[in-house]
Each structure stands twice: as structure tokens, then as C-alpha cells.
């Protein structure tokens, strides 16, 4: 069973807006943080979209002004809106989770990425 299951990704010209969703399993527990990464090919991953600790949302300068984060805590969801969408944020997105157990160990769980690609 896929603890961080993705939808949202596909094809649009440059331009255009996709909606990204990520819903954790209830297999996950004390979630602390969930945010987006994103892979392009021959590229490391990078972070796109997180929140502070002080639940602000934070972006990585190349995607601010045109991506945001979003989330429903009570669902264990995050959501990634993008708009004004370049062919340059063509990659594989990925969904972060990590939870922090009471003894303090950490757990970092992944989603199974979702393509977004935008033709020019």
C-alpha cells in the first residue's frame, strides 16, 4: 500500500496551471512536515514548496510568484498549485512526508513522483 499517493500531473503548454495533490496514508503517523520536490532529467531533486515551522510557505526562487503550497491537515494532504507554467519546471514531482515519533526517531516517506511536463 502507497503511504504518499500523488495525482495532478500531465502535459500543458507553457502558459497553463496544474493542480498537484499528495494524500498521505493513515499508516503515517505524527507527521511533522509534508512539501514538494521536483527531478528533472540530469538534474538533482530539489525542494520546490515547504512550509517554515512557523507554517509559512516557503518556495525556491525560480517557482515564486507562480507555485503555491497548500494543505488540509485534518486530511493529511498537500496540495501544489502551479501556475504561468515554463517548459524549465518540466520534471518529476515528488511528494515529502516526514513524522517524528515521540522517542524522536524520524521517518522520511515519498511519494511515487508524478510527471509534469510543459511544452513551449
Known amino acids: 500500500q502507497a503511504q504518499l499517493v500523488e495525482s495532478g500531473g500531465g502535459l500543458v503548454q507553457a502558459g497553463g496551471s496544474l493542480r498537484l495533490s499528495c494524500a498521505a496514508s493513515?499508516?503515517?503517523?505524527?507527521?511533522?512536515?509534508m512539501d514538494w520536490y521536483r527531478q528533472a532529467p540530469g538534474k538533482q531533486r530539489e525542494l520546490v514548496a515547504a512550509?517554515?515551522?512557523?507554517?509559512?510557505?516557503n518556495y525556491v526562487d525560480s517557482v515564486k510568484g507562480r507555485f503555491t503550497i497548500s494543505r488540509d491537515s485534518a486530511k493529511n494532504t498537500v496540495y501544489l498549485q502551479m501556475n504561468s507554467l515554463k517548459p524549465e519546471d518540466t520534471a518529476v514531482y515528488y511528494c515529502h512526508a516526514r513524522s517524528i515519533m515521540a522517542w524522536g526517531t524520524a521517518y522520511d516517506y515519498w511519494g511515487q513522483g508524478t510527471q509534469v511536463t510543459v511544452s513551449s
Open positions: 512550509f517554515t515551522s512557523a507554517g509559512n510557505p
Open positions: 493513515e499508516t503515517i503517523f505524527s507527521i511533522r512536515s
